[in-house]
């Protein structure tokens, strides 16, 4: 069985300043398809709040009936019905993933793209230090590692601003779809391959 860490890949991952809910820790298994998995860490002054997914693909961040999420984008390969998480977090797929806002993700309108929500349970709060929300997966039928938008809301806890949300984005590691070459490509370097042949029979001959 195959087993990837990707923590120095994410390390090079620009976060933005007001971080949330953060993808860590990605983990790929398997050999066709692959599962892939993602620890997410709340921050110490965030919280995670339950409510009603989004319904559309914009979300407005002065919205609080939404439950706290996290969206991966562009995530190649998806298999139908693999993603999951602890319990209370219901996981949606989508080709317009969920986005805060005030946020921009960089989005591939022909790739899916998986939100997990905080629907049911109580308020899970950040403090005092960074708490691990738990491993969040889905499958795909690649393998290959690439890097891709996320977005991410949760609730200030502290300060003035307590109670408000607070959006974040940035990147994590996703599936990266293997690139197959077009039949009139193959078709090409075929009859190059011909050509080639047939060059050399033609030196030998000589």
Known sequence: ?????????????????????????????????????????????????????????TVPHNNLNFGSFLTIYDFAGYVAGSCGGPAGWTCTAQMQGFTPDDTLPTDDASIMNLTWVYTSGGTINGTPG???????????????????????RGVKNRGASAGSIADNVGTVAAPLALMVPEPGSLALAGLGLLAIGALRRGGRQA
């Open 1 to 57: 069985m195959k087993r990837l860490s990707l923590v120095c890949l994410l390390a090079l991952s620009p976060l933005a300043a007001s971080a949330n809910i953060i993808p860590t820790n990605t983990g790929i298994t398997g050999v066709g398809p692959y599962l892939w998995t993602y620890n997410l860490q709340l921050s110490d002054d965030q919280d995670v709040h339950s409510g009603l997914p989004p319904t559309n693909p």
């Open 130 to 152: 960074n708490v691990d929300l738990g491993s969040f997966f889905a499958s795909s039928i690649y393998g290959q590692v690439g890097l891709v938008s996320y977005t991410a």
